[in-house]
């Protein structure tokens, strides 16, 4: 058990994005944008602490939407966060950045900003809207001068993935603090996105030896590895070796699902995660969160039940991407369709 917990909190459906790849607007189908009032917001924070108070955890939200500055109460609820000396990330736009907003968030706590870039100038502005991309370049600056960590991440599929390298050299170039990318999840019904084994580990290394470059250069930004197959891809390579004194059945990385995570929507609808379709558990205006953990959450976290990685020597390190391989089968404990070792945990050759 991590001695931390994250809420990744949707305050509100409102954007002035329509990303061709967002699970609110994605379908076409979403004609009701839904925000928690304030009375709302209020009960859900309180919801929180009480789950961490019962199980020992610091809390810690990632606020976001939508566009969670879009929301009329934003800074009343940072006011709560900082009354209670609560750190906090926000996943937003660029849009409504400035220098004076940049300090202002800081001031009530914000530890990071999180904005997004899904490819070169012309892929991204095709994904969000046009001049997305250079705004969010330049807003890099307005978040480092606050004193707030920017953070670049880049969803990947494969239709973008071989202008991974080049966002690289855009994001160390404008000076953004931290850089991750996660796979593109299938949501179902739209043409295969998704890239086989040999695709992605052939990116991982392309991604490997820039990041390499760029730290021997003595580059401030920080590459954070955050997909799981980066464990197999460095035990591969003789990076990371399984720990002589691990315990058998104990849980030390891989997916936070299940172990420190869980995700609220402006609904009050809980999910154990939002990447996770159908993976609804409760709803925060209803239910003590402290109890959905132990009831309808035990869902996520039957690591046995892990078709292929419960086999895996890995299994405590890696497990993949769960919502990748609901996205692709249908089931949460189904194979990551990108990963390369077999049902040993051993390597093959990809073809």
Not at 1 to 14: A, L, N
Not at 37 to 51: P, R, V
Not at 257 to 278: D, M, S
Request: proline share 4%; net charge negative; glycine share 8%.
């Amino acid at each position: 058990m991590k001695p931390y917990f994250s809420f990744q909190w949707h305050i509100t459906d409102e954007c002035d994005q329509r990303c061709k790849h967002c699970y609110i607007y994605s379908s076409g189908e979403h004609t009701c944008l839904e925000s928690m009032n304030w009375e709302q917001m209020e009960d859900t924070f309180y919801n929180c602490l009480d789950f961490c108070e019962v199980y020992g955890r610091s809390p810690y939200f990632y606020i976001t939407g939508g566009d969670p500055i879009l929301h009329p109460d934003f800074w009343r609820l940072l006011g709560l966060l900082h009354e209670h000396d609560i750190p906090f990330t926000i996943l937003g736009n660029p849009f409504h950045l400035n220098d004076n907003v940049c300090k202002e968030l800081k001031w009530y706590g914000c530890e990071k900003y999180q904005l997004s870039l899904d490819g070169l100038h012309k892929t991204h502005d095709w994904f969000r809207k046009p001049g997305s991309f250079d705004c969010t370049l330049e807003k890099i600056g307005c978040i480092n001068r606050a004193g707030i960590k920017s953070v670049i991440m880049t969803t990947v599929s494969k239709d973008n993935r071989m202008e991974v390298p080049g966002i690289i050299d855009e994001v160390v170039k404008a000076g953004a603090k931290i850089f991750a990318f996660s796979r593109y999840v299938p949501s179902g019904g739209e043409l295969d996105s998704s890239m086989t084994a040999s695709e992605y580990r052939e990116l991982l290394a392309i991604c490997d030896k820039k990041f390499k470059e760029y730290e021997a250069e003595g580059c401030e930004t920080y590459f954070n590895k955050k997909d799981h197959l980066w464990t197999l891809y460095e035990y591969e390579i003789g990076e990371f070796e399984i720990p002589e004194d691990a315990e058998k059945g104990m849980i030390y990385g891989g997916c936070n699902c299940g172990n420190c995570h869980l995700t609220i929507l402006p609904t009050g609808e809980v999910y154990a995660c939002r990447r996770v379709a159908e993976s609804k558990v409760g709803n925060v205006f209803e239910d003590r969160l402290a109890d959905v953990w132990i009831t309808s959450m035990e869902n996520y976290r039957e690591y046995e039940k892990f078709s292929k990685c419960s086999r895996c020597k890995l299994l405590a390190w890696c497990r993949g991407c769960p919502a990748v391989a609901k996205g692709t089968y249908g089931d949460f404990y189904a194979d990551d369709p990108a990963c390369w070792a077999d049902e040993n945990g051993e390597l093959f050759e990809l073809v």
